[in-house]
C-alpha cells in the first residue's frame, strides 16, 4: 500500500478522516496502482457511499493521460458509480442507510448561478465541481469512483430504483444521462427519425433511449459486425459508415442525429442526412475539431448543436425512465487489478459495451 | 452589340421573343460586357418589368468566376432587382401597369414539396430556379437584372412599398432578406443581445433590421474604421474583430449572432461569445469550411445554424416591414460600364455598403 494520498496538503481534513483504498495514475499516462485516499468527514449534508460498481468512460483514459491537460495527480478517475448508503450526516433528510445510489460526473457546483437555479448544474457559470480531477469547496483535489468509499453531499446522490441491477446501472450516470439528455431535449419520440452515430458504450446507451422514446432508431457505425447487438437493443435499421451507397441513400432522412464519435470524422457527410431544420448534436470532442462546411448548414436550415451530461433532476429522471422501462447498460464487468488492460481495449473498441469495474476489493 | 445569346439552343422562345440589352461574362472570370439577350414571351402569369436599379452581390463575382463551379455561361448576373410594371400576362391579377416591384434569389421553384409547400421555396427539396446561372422549367437558362428588362412569373414578383425609392430598395431583395429572416426564425427582439459579425452589404441590413426589432445590437467587424457607421445605423456597440481584449470581455454574452462572414475566419473563437444556449446563424460560405472546435457547443449547449435567403412571403413581410419602418440600404450608385472596376471594390470591400447599378441605359 502506498502513501496516504494528499494528506499532507489538506491538514484541516486530516484528522478524523476517513481512508479508503482506490487506484490511481500516479503521474499523467502512468498505470493506474492501488494506493490509499482520504475522503472527507461527514458534513452535516453528506452520504457516506460504500462503491459496489464504478464504469469505465473513455474520459477516464483522456484524463489519467491527460490529454485535455491540466490534470490533478495523483488521479483516480472514476464518474459511473453505483453503491449504498453506509452513513449519513446529521442534516440528512432523502436518503437512509442501506439505500441504493449513485454519483455521476459531478459532486458540487456554485449552486448560484442562472444554469444551476434552472436544475443545469452542468453548464454552472462557474464551473462544475466534478467528481474527480477537480478541486472541492475546501480546494482539495476530489477522487473518482475507482474506489472503496465516497462522500457527497446528498444534493448530488442520485436514487437508483431498488429492482435495478448495480452493476449494469453504474454506466447510466456518465454514458446513460449524456444520451439521454439530449434526446429528451430535442424532442425525440414518435413520427422521428433519429440516427445514432457511434455504437459504442455511449451509443448502446442512445439506441435503447430513443426506442424507449417512442421513435424510429438508426445506427450508424464504424464496425461492420454489430448489426445484430444494434438491432437486438432496438435499432430499426442499421449501417457502416463506410457504406457510401447507404448514406447516400439516407441523405436528408433523419429529424435528429445524436452524434456520439470523439475520434475524428466526417461531420459534413453526416449533417448531409439532417433532413430540412433537422438537428445533430454532438456530444463527443475529437481532438484536431472538425472541418465545416456551412453550406451544410444554410441550405437546409440544419442545426449543429452540443449537449453535456445532465443536471442532477434530469439524471434522476433518466433513472426512473430506466427503473420503469428496465434499461440497463449492457457491461463486462471487470476486476480492479485489470484497469490498465481494460483501458487498451477501450482504445481499440473492443468492449459490448462498457466496461464496470467490481469495487468489493476496494472497501475491504 | 453581341450576337443574341441563345436562341439557337431554345428556338420555340426565338419566334416574338423579347429582346434586352444586358451585360454577361461570356466565360469563367471574363470581364462582363454589353451583349443582347431574350426573353420569353409572356405567359398567361408573366410579368414583364422594366429594370431599373440591381444591386452588387458578392455571389454575383463568385459565379461570374466560376468559383462555384457548374456556372452556365454566358452570364447575366444580378439578383437584388428593382423597377416597374410595363407589361402583363392574361391571367395576371395581383399586379397592375406601373406598380413598383422586385425581383430577389428566385425566379421560380417546384411549388409541390413540403419546403415549397410551406412558402419556404429557398429550400425547395428539388432546388429552386435561381434568377440567373440557373434553368428554368423549359430547360433555357435565366439571365439577371444586369439588364434592361426581364419576364417573372407573378408568384415570384414582390411588390415594392410605394414611398422606397427603388435604387436603395435594391439590395432589399437579396442583402436584405439574407439578414431578416435568420434574425426572425431566431427571435431577435427586445431583451436580445444580438452581435453582428461582419458589417459590408449584409451586416449593415442586419443591424438596421434588429434594432428595428427591439434588440441591442452589437456590431463586431474587421474594420476599425466603421464604429462612426455603426452607430449611425442603430448599432448599440461596436468593436474590432482584432481587439482580443475585448472579444475576451464578451464571452457567455450574446443569445444571438448572425454571422456574415464569407471569408475564412475563427469560427471557435466567435462561438464563445454566446451565451448558455445562444444560437450563431452562418450566412457565409467561406470556400475551405471552418474548424469546429466540438467542446465550444458542448460545454454551453451553444446552437449552430444556416439559413438561405428566404420565402416569397417572408420576402415580402421584410420589403412590407422595411416601408413601415424606413428601411433602405446604404449604397453606392454605379454606371453599368463601370461594373468590373466595382466587382473589383467589392473584393478589397471598398463599398459602403452595396454598389447598385443604374440599369436606364440597358432600356434604350
Not at 220 to 229: F, G, H, P, V, Y
Request: aromatic fraction near 6%; hydrophobic fraction near 35%.
Amino acid at each position: 500500500m502506498s502513501e496516504l494520498l494528499g494528506i499532507s496538503k489538506h491538514e484541516s481534513f486530516a484528522r478524523d478522516v476517513l481512508k479508503t483504498k482506490a487506484y490511481a495514475s500516479a503521474r499523467p499516462g502512468e498505470a493506474l496502482a492501488l494506493v490509499e485516499i482520504p475522503r472527507r468527514r461527514l458534513g452535516p449534508h453528506d452520504i457516506l457511499i460504500d462503491i459496489h460498481y464504478c464504469g469505465v468512460c473513455h474520459s477516464d483514459i483522456h484524463q489519467s493521460r491527460d490529454e485535455w491537460s491540466g490534470g490533478i495527480f495523483p488521479m483516480v478517475p472514476g464518474h459511473e458509480i453505483t453503491g449504498v448508503v453506509a452513513g449519513a450526516g446529521s442534516a440528512v433528510t432523502r436518503f437512509s442507510l442501506g439505500d441504493p445510489v449513485g454519483v455521476g460526473c459531478m459532486v458540487d457546483a456554485c449552486r448560484e448561478c442562472n444554469p444551476c437555479l434552472d436544475g443545469d448544474e452542468q453548464y454552472c457559470e462557474r464551473g462544475p465541481i466534478f467528481t474527480y480531477n477537480s478541486k472541492d469547496r475546501n480546494g482539495a483535489p476530489t477522487y473518482g469512483g475507482y474506489s472503496g468509499q465516497i462522500v457527497v453531499d446528498e444534493d448530488f446522490v442520485l436514487r437508483i430504483p431498488r429492482h435495478l441491477p448495480l452493476d449494469r446501472a453504474a454506466p447510466l450516470l456518465c454514458a446513460g444521462i449524456t444520451t439521454y439528455s439530449p434526446l429528451r431535449h430535442w424532442h425525440a419520440g414518435r413520427g422521428q427519425n433519429v440516427a445514432i452515430i457511434g455504437f459504442g458504450g455511449l451509443g448502446h446507451m442512445g439506441v435503447k433511449f430513443a426506442k424507449a422514446m417512442g421513435a424510429h432508431v438508426t445506427v450508424l457505425s464504424r464496425s461492420e459486425q454489430k448489426a445484430a447487438d444494434a438491432k437486438k437493443l432496438g435499432a430499426d435499421q442499421y449501417f457502416s459508415l463506410n457504406d457510401q451507397s447507404a448514406l447516400q441513400k439516407r441523405k436528408n432522412s433523419f429529424h435528429l442525429i445524436l452524434n456520439t464519435i470523439s475520434a475524428p470524422h466526417d461531420l459534413n457527410g453526416y449533417l448531409d442526412l439532417l433532413r430540412f431544420e433537422g438537428t445533430m448534436v454532438v456530444v463527443g470532442v475529437p481532438p484536431e475539431g472538425s472541418n465545416l462546411n456551412h453550406a451544410k448548414l444554410i441550405l437546409q436550415r440544419r442545426n449543429l448543436s452540443g449537449s453535456h451530461i445532465g443536471g442532477l433532476v434530469e439524471t434522476q429522471k433518466m433513472l426512473d425512465f430506466c427503473g420503469q422501462n428496465d434499461i440497463l447498460s449492457d457491461i463486462e464487468l471487470i476486476q480492479i487489478d485489470t484497469i490498465n488492460d481494460a483501458y487498451d481495449r477501450v482504445l481499440k473498441g473492443d468492449v459490448r459495451y462498457r466496461f464496470v469495474i467490481d469495487c468489493k476489493p476496494l472497501r475491504q
